[in-house]
């Protein structure tokens, strides 16, 4: 949360005001540091209900642990809030499903937190992709150690390493993936995932595989151990690569047949969260110069939570 604080003081000023900060108490002495340094003129509640009600508010920013956005996202709108969760936004498709119905009838947004979906970097990429003829192969992988991994070693649990709480190399890194590609190419017609387990049964690396009807994606991320992030988009007329997690997207290079290879970099830079706060602000304050379509991410969101359950079925 410090993380979004510090970037809305720093490049919303004057555009996006912090009028709340929901704490547990255990969290509540932080909380006030934080919003006394980014959010002087906020107020930071452990009722959440009483900041649903006495913070006035255009959006909720849902990002606590995986497994309560569901039941934090459907409070927020049922108070007339648009809400902008992080992900994934559900745990199952039902839950997902009972969002965007709640959002319809309240009449307010419910927008998924994945900055990719509103980088217009991605937007170009989407173009390309177009342009390069048959997909066959996409490739993913997104590599962190976590900084708690050596604490779960020795047998402390902490929420992103806990089944109960939705926790997970899937529901932590490789859903940025998963998001990547089913907001290119839709939905998958198969899903498998292989993993490595720890000690509670967690998956703490995985390899993700989505068959397409022209192609195969293969999705990997690890929590346990580091390496090379990076994305690769095979076609039959050119290949596009990716450095970085592809979460990020800051540039990409596309190579096609017979060409010299095209470097493409976002217009402008800002900090990664930019991209979906802005167009969420652009949203109700000036839609004419809004980029996203409504309809569009929350498909994405919908497709991934179906993704997701289709793949801890098996």
């Given at each position: 949360?410090?993380?979004?604080?510090?970037?809305?003081?720093?490049?919303?000023?004057?555009?996006?005001?912090?009028?709340?900060?929901?704490?547990r108490?255990k969290?509540?002495?932080?909380?006030?540091?934080?919003?006394?340094?980014?959010a002087?003129?906020?107020?930071?509640?452990?009722?959440?209900?009483?900041?649903?009600?006495?913070?006035?508010?255009?959006y909720?920013?849902?990002?606590?642990?995986?497994?309560?956005?569901?039941?934090?996202?459907?409070?927020?709108?049922?108070?007339?809030?648009?809400v902008?969760?992080?992900?994934?936004?559900?745990v199952?498709?039902?839950?997902m499903?009972?969002?965007?119905?709640?959002?319809?009838?309240?009449?307010v947004?419910?927008?998924?937190?994945?900055?990719?979906?509103?980088?217009?970097?991605?937007?170009?990429?989407?173009?390309?992709?177009?342009?390069?003829?048959?997909?066959?192969?996409?490739?993913?992988h997104?590599?962190?150690?976590?900084s708690?991994?050596?604490?779960?070693?020795?047998?402390?649990?902490?929420?992103?390493?806990?089944?109960?709480m939705?926790g997970?190399?899937?529901?932590?890194l490789?859903i940025?993936?998963?998001?990547?590609?089913?907001?290119?190419?839709?939905?998958?017609?198969?899903?498998?995932?292989?993993?490595?387990?720890g000690?509670?049964?967690?998956?703490?690396?995985?390899?993700?595989?989505?068959?397409?009807?022209?192609?195969?994606?293969?999705?990997?991320?690890?929590?346990?151990?580091?390496?090379?992030?990076?994305g690769?988009?095979?076609?039959?007329?050119?290949?596009?690569?990716?450095p970085?997690?592809?979460?990020?997207?800051?540039e990409?290079?596309?190579?096609?047949?017979?060409?010299?290879p095209?470097?493409?970099?976002?217009?402008?830079?800002?900090?990664?969260?930019?991209?979906?706060?802005e167009?969420?602000?652009?949203?109700?304050?000036?839609?004419q110069?809004?980029?996203?379509?409504v309809?569009?991410?929350?498909?994405?969101?919908?497709e991934?939570?179906?993704?997701?359950?289709?793949m801890?079925?098996?």
């Amino acid at each position: 949360m410090g993380e979004v604080l510090e970037m809305l003081s720093q490049e919303f000023e004057g555009k996006i005001e912090v009028t709340g900060i929901y704490a547990r108490e255990k969290s509540v002495e932080h909380a006030i540091d934080l919003c006394m340094k980014y959010a002087p003129n906020g107020f930071v509640f452990t009722d959440y209900d009483r900041m649903l009600q006495e913070a006035e508010a255009d959006y909720v920013y849902v990002a606590n642990a995986n497994h309560v956005h569901h039941e934090y996202a459907l409070k927020a709108m049922q108070s007339g809030h648009n809400v902008l969760v992080e992900k994934p936004i559900t745990v199952t498709r039902v839950e997902m499903e009972e969002l965007i119905d709640c959002a319809i009838q309240h009449c307010v947004y419910c927008l998924p937190a994945f900055s990719l979906l509103y980088n217009p970097l991605y937007r170009q990429l989407q173009q390309v992709v177009q342009e390069l003829g048959t997909p066959r192969m996409v490739m993913g992988h997104y590599a962190q150690r976590s900084s708690r991994y050596d604490r779960y070693l020795k047998g402390e649990m902490t929420p992103v390493f806990d089944p109960q709480m939705a926790g997970g190399s899937m529901m932590d890194l490789n859903i940025y993936n998963l998001c990547f590609t089913i907001g290119l190419f839709g939905p998958p017609r198969t899903v498998a995932y292989a993993r490595n387990l720890g000690f509670n049964g967690i998956d703490l690396s995985g390899t993700l595989v989505c068959h397409y009807p022209t192609s195969v994606a293969t999705l990997s991320a690890s929590k346990d151990s580091d390496g090379w992030s990076h994305g690769c988009i095979q076609c039959e007329d050119g290949w596009i690569e990716i450095p970085g997690p592809v979460s990020v997207l800051n540039e990409f290079t596309v190579h096609r047949r017979g060409q010299e290879p095209e470097q493409h970099t976002l217009p402008e830079q800002h900090h990664r969260l930019w991209w979906e706060f802005e167009e969420a602000r652009r949203l109700i304050e000036d839609q004419q110069q809004c980029h996203i379509i409504v309809p569009y991410v929350t498909r994405v969101a919908q497709e991934i939570a179906i993704a997701l359950e289709r793949m801890q079925n098996i």
